[in-house]
């Protein structure tokens, strides 16, 4: 599966071999130590280390479920008649198939895959940066890219990456990438990160995205036994992150958190009847799959 799709997460992997996490983690450290697989957070690679960036396809099948929920709940913070700018990726692809039916909406991308996701969406708004096309995730990257977006000014930006953690905050393999989602920061208001467990704790060669000025991440339930992903959820919400986790299935077993509304700073005013909001209200939001679960975690006492 790994040398098929390039990557791919321990919890897929033991629904497909029908075993539990358990073992599926100490088979694949064996692999490893065979030199036939690198162990990455929540799942194993091809060989290759910092440098290596799995493609489209292979991205595509990694963590499904998860990108679906964390998309259901990101654009549960999107508005009527917002400007956003969204950048490439797998997750961010699914945030746009949702985004298709936000009316009045404008998405500046330099992604393709998220421009096709939205080109028939009959009241949104797409403006694609220039630049040269990255064939391996359908992005645009490169001086071109970049200056499309000079002067450019956004409410918030919604941004995947290849690893997240709370020392380096968003990473990624690519130079060019790594480049053009800094200038689509530079034009936000706000940054909004969309990453699932398995990149949590995950450290790659290019920052994008300092910690200090992620705004929050969307991300789904960690498994239980990751005290991995869960320290680093923890260290991120130290540093002033506002973590809203999505739920992917049953109901994840209760870990100290307290569940609170995701707040939405700009709603379209209630329908008659509505109960009324402020205009920074909260708002409950809703996953396809699951019911919500969504938690802003506080810093610790020390």
């Known amino acids: 599966m ?106 500046v991308t330099n992604s393709l895959l998220v ?24 992005a645009l990257v490169g001086s071109g890219a970049e200056q499309s977006l000079q002067g450019l000014r956004v409410s918030r930006a919604f941004l995947s990456g290849s690893g997240l953690t709370a020392e380096r905050g968003l990473s990624t393999s690519n130079m060019l990438s790594a480049s053009v989602d800094r200038a689509l920061v530079q034009a936000a208001g706000e940054v909004v990160v969309l990453a699932d467990h398995t990149k949590l704790g995950t450290d790659t060669m290019f920052q994008t995205v300092p910690t200090d000025v992620i705004t929050r991440l969307v991300t789904d339930e960690p498994p239980a036994h990751d005290d991995r992903a869960e320290t680093e959820l923890q260290a991120l919400a130290d540093r002033g992150v506002q973590i809203a986790v999505a739920g992917t299935g049953a109901a994840p077993a209760e870990r100290g958190r307290q569940d609170v509304p995701m707040p939405t700073p700009r709603r379209a005013a209630p329908q008659s009847g509505s109960p009324p909001q402020g205009p920074a209200g909260p708002t409950h939001l809703r996953s396809a799959q699951a019911p919500p679960r969504v938690a802003d975690l506080a810093p610790r006492r020390r």
């Open 2 to 107: 790994v040398r098929a799709n390039g990557a791919v997460s321990l919890r897929e992997l033991a629904r497909v071999v029908q075993t539990s996490e358990v073992t599926v983690r100490r088979d694949v450290r064996a692999l490893e130590a065979e030199g036939l697989l690198d162990r990455r957070h929540g799942g194993a690679v091809l060989p290759g280390g910092f440098t290596r960036e799995s493609g489209f396809p292979q991205k595509s099948h990694l963590a499904t479920a998860e990108k679906t929920a964390i998309a259901d709940l990101a654009a549960g913070l999107v508005s009527e008649g917002e400007a956003v700018v969204v950048g490439a990726g797998t997750t961010t692809q699914e945030l746009a198939r949702r985004l298709a039916r936000v009316p009045g909406l404008t998405v």
């Open 115 to 138: 421009a096709q996701a939205l080109a028939h969406a009959n009241r949104v708004e797409v403006v694609m940066t220039g630049g040269t096309l990255r064939g391996s995730n359908y």
